[in-house]
């Protein structure tokens, strides 16, 4: 075992003399960005950081699974750009809540973290320029759309810089030990929905409450007697809550995508998504959609998703929020998307970012 441990130890040696060379590049690399006159925010490449990640899952041939690698990559990008220039990110708090485990999946632990109260806090944090970047929920595969975020960006001028999915795991959790003695479940409401059929079979009687978020409902699990909270391992930990029950959530695959908003658009990583805004103007005339869509069809572009919101300029009149595969600037989607905006009354490219790395 003795010898196993040296080789061990000298492997640890060629690792810390290789990640300090890395870091040395990475200042090389922040040196020529300044001297091209670039700020704080324009030193975070994530097209870039997206490439180097693919390679690293594609060279993986184990033991180390991908997620792991891939891990450990993430975290030595963010020491890298810490040193030149730490990012600061707002994201919907308080701490312990799954926005806040977004962050430190996609930035890593190098990174200033805001939490902030409200989703359009986020948003204003970032336009005005004291945080660089925001991570908000868009959508979970269990509940749907986060129409608070969709609502924000028709009136905000913030682009979708990339996004983040986060498997959800939900536990019960409280100062009990048991389930017999639980009067009150709290949790934000897309986490209560998430365990609706858990909650039935096995906390029929106990009130739901829907609470501001899952870090509150741990909150009120610590302060008050009879109340239980759903939220992750993360909130158990801030707020000292026993696990009552391991991962109660109803779908195995539970998942929500986050988004990194910011005030620039990024080029191309080679796997990119872009998000659309737009309206057909008159969306009552018979095959509207149909045909501010056919661009998209002509020029073989997958859709992945599509959303429609009121669009708060009359009634019954709504936007579309769509997502297809692709980066604005690189054909076929750049002649796709000229054609659909000479027939679209409204048009805007929310923005092209790296599709999520694992
Ligand atoms: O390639 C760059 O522009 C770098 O700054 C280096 C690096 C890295 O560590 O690989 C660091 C931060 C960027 O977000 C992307 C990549």
Request: hydrophobic fraction near 35%; avoid cysteine; charge should be negative.
């Given at each position: 075992m003795d010898c196993i441990r040296e080789r061990i130890d000298d492997i640890d040696c060629q690792i810390h003399e290789l990640l300090n060379e890395r870091a040395r590049c990475a200042q090389q690399v922040g040196r020529s960005k300044r001297s091209a006159g670039?700020?704080?925010?324009?030193?975070?490449?994530p097209e870039r950081e997206a490439q180097v990640l693919r390679r690293v899952i594609e060279r993986n041939k184990g033991p180390l699974r991908n997620e792991e690698v891939v891990r450990l990559f993430r975290e030595i990008m963010s020491a890298c750009l810490a040193q030149q220039e730490p990012l600061k990110i707002a994201f919907l708090g308080p701490e312990g809540t799954f926005s806040q485990q977004a962050v430190l999946k996609h930035f890593g632990h190098s990174v200033r973290a805001l939490p902030l109260p409200a989703i359009n806090e986020v948003f204003q944090e970032v336009q005005s320029g004291h945080a660089d970047f925001g991570v908000v929920p868009i959508e979970n595969s269990t509940e749907g759309t986060v129409n608070h975020t969709l609502d924000m960006f028709p009136s905000s001028p913030l682009k979708i810089c990339g996004e983040v999915e986060l498997r959800i795991q939900q536990h019960l959790m409280g100062r009990m030990s048991g389930l017999e003695n639980i009067a009150r479940v709290c949790s934000h409401q897309q986490s209560l929905a998430q365990c609706r059929q858990w909650l039935d079979e096995y906390l029929p009687n106990a009130e739901r409450m829907p609470v501001a978020s899952n870090a509150e409902a741990a909150r009120r699990a610590r302060d008050e007697d009879g109340t239980a909270a759903i939220a992750g391992q993360a909130a158990a930990e801030v707020y000292g809550?026993?696990?009552?029950?391991?991962?109660?959530?109803?779908?195995?695959?539970n998942t929500t995508r986050f988004l990194v908003i910011g005030r620039k658009l990024f080029s191309a990583s080679g796997n990119d998504k872009t998000t659309l805004l737009v309206s057909a103007g008159d969306t009552q005339a018979p095959g509207a959609l149909h045909q501010l869509l056919g661009p998209l069809a002509r020029h073989d572009i997958t859709m992945t998703r599509i959303e429609s919101r009121p669009s708060?300029?009359?009634?019954?009149d709504y936007v579309f929020f769509i997502d297809v595969a692709?980066?604005?600037?690189?054909?076929p989607l750049k002649q796709a998307l000229e054609e659909l905006r000479k027939q679209a009354s409204l048009f805007r490219i929310l923005g092209s970012y790296p599709c999520a790395v694992l």
């Open positions: 670039l700020s704080a925010v324009d030193f975070y490449r809550l026993n696990i009552l029950v391991p991962d109660i959530e109803d779908s195995p695959d708060r300029r009359r009634k019954w692709g980066h604005a600037d690189e054909p």
